[in-house]
């Protein structure tokens, strides 16, 4: 009896150290994804941050202040911490200089950041249903959160290009 109780002890605790590698490996990804979406709001001149590459496109600050818009949406629902205000709806705010939406922006990465280093490995498994109607766990939102600021950062390579801009080295790791 006295071994099966150890390598339970054993067990649990290797998978509580699992979990929270996972989150310090989660934590890691946003800090580096912040990073290479600063490059990306820096190597953009001032000018092209209304450029948009069709008529019925976002612009480049449009299309970062969406991203971020869903930041503050998906880790809202996974957290429960709630935006400052004003962060919320920013893709329709007048101010798109690039001065502004960068500091929004890397707001939206702190948020982000901040809230999810205050998370426990059990809340990541917690169930929740994101915009209503998304079945999922509290991990999962805060995995298509980042999914989808990857896909919209991506796009914005497009943007750089045609404002003449060589985009950032890719930051994989």
Not at 140 to 155: P, S
Request: one cysteine or more; aromatic letters at 10%; a neutral charge.
């Amino acid at each position: 009896m006295k071994l099966f109780v150890s390598l339970c002890f054993v067990f649990c605790a290797s998978l509580t150290a699992r979990a929270q590698g996972s989150m310090d490996e989660m934590i890691k990804d946003w800090e580096r994804a912040k990073a290479y979406t600063k490059e990306y709001l820096d190597v953009m001149p001032e000018s092209g941050y209304a450029l948009k590459p069709t008529p019925e496109m976002r612009s480049f600050a449009d299309q970062m202040l969406h991203l971020t818009d869903a930041h503050f949406g998906f880790v809202s629902a996974a957290t429960g911490a709630k935006p400052g205000p004003g962060m919320s709806e920013l893709e329709k705010s007048t101010d798109k200089s690039k001065e502004t939406v960068t500091r929004l922006v890397l707001a939206g990465y702190d948020f982000v950041i901040d809230n999810a280093k205050k998370m426990t490995p059990e809340q990541l498994s917690e169930k929740i249903t994101l915009f209503g109607r998304f079945e999922m766990t509290k991990g999962e939102a805060l995995a298509k959160a980042f999914e989808h600021q990857t896909h919209h950062r991506g796009q914005t390579t497009v943007y750089l290009r045609l404002a003449g801009v060589k985009p950032p080295q890719e930051k994989l790791f």
